[in-house]
């Protein structure tokens, strides 16, 4: 037996998915639709896998603030909303107004538009202009990887002390080791360097879809 993380073949993953939580025929329509409409560029949605986790794990934490940065069509946000305490509040920074039309729509299907916040403008400005006091109780990093150092700068200071941070795709399909990148791997590779070095935070990263770092702000 290997002492590592497997690789998952397609009918692994499918065992996988059927084995995390009770199926749930919205998160289902939402993949097709965000298939269906926007072909190749659906892969910029969660693996379906991750949906389950964000859920439990903003439930398991007591979540009542929450930001995320990079929305797309909705997923990891309907998640996060769903996993919110009661009173819940969760801030979605995105620039596109087609692709967070489908989030729209799947948020008052789910009945959690209630505790979702959308504002349509480059994250990095948006998050510039919030209060510099720590009020964030979870983020969620999900959108262009050049950018990535950017907002980590911008939302850790923006963090409760005990506050989690949840980075998505930062292995890249193991890209990340490969001798040539292309730009925005190499950025993930500087930005995992970041993190690694910030003493602000403890964090790990897991093998999970295409990697999350999880990292929790000091007390």
Same mark, same amino acid.
């Given at each position: ?98 692709? $967070? +039309? ?11 538009? =209630? #505790? %979702? !916040?959308?504002?349509?403008? *480059? ?61 925005? $791997? +190499? ?11 910030? =003493? #602000? %935070? !403890?964090?790990?990263?897991? *093998? ?12």
């Amino acid at each position: 037996m290997a002492f590592k993380s497997i690789g998952l073949s397609d009918d692994l993953h499918a065992y996988l998915v059927a084995h995390n939580g009770p199926a749930d025929p919205l998160v289902a329509d939402l993949i097709a639709d965000t298939h269906r409409e926007f072909g190749y560029t659906a892969n910029f949605q969660i693996a379906p896998e991750q949906s389950p986790f964000l859920t439990f794990f903003v439930r398991l934490l007591g979540v009542r603030n929450a930001v995320e940065v990079g929305t797309f069509t909705g997923l990891s946000s309907l998640s996060i909303a769903r996993g919110l305490a009661p009173g819940g509040h969760l801030l979605c920074l995105d620039v596109s107004e087609e692709f $967070t +039309a489908v989030a729209r729509r799947y948020w008052e299907r789910a009945g959690v538009a =209630d #505790r %979702v !916040e959308l504002r349509l403008a *480059p994250a990095a400005q948006t998050l510039a202009s919030l209060p510099a006091e720590p009020r964030f109780d979870f983020a969620f990093i999900d959108a262009d990887k050049t950018g990535y150092p950017t907002y980590w700068a911008e939302l850790v200071p923006r963090m409760r002390p005990g506050a989690v941070l949840v980075v998505d795709n930062v292995l890249r399909g193991g890209r990340g080791i490969a001798a040539e990148q292309d730009p925005d $791997t +190499a950025a993930i590779v500087a930005f995992n360097d970041i993190v690694a070095a910030d =003493d #602000r %935070v !403890e964090s790990v990263m897991i *093998p999970l879809a295409d990697g999350l770092t999880i990292a929790r702000v000091k007390q």
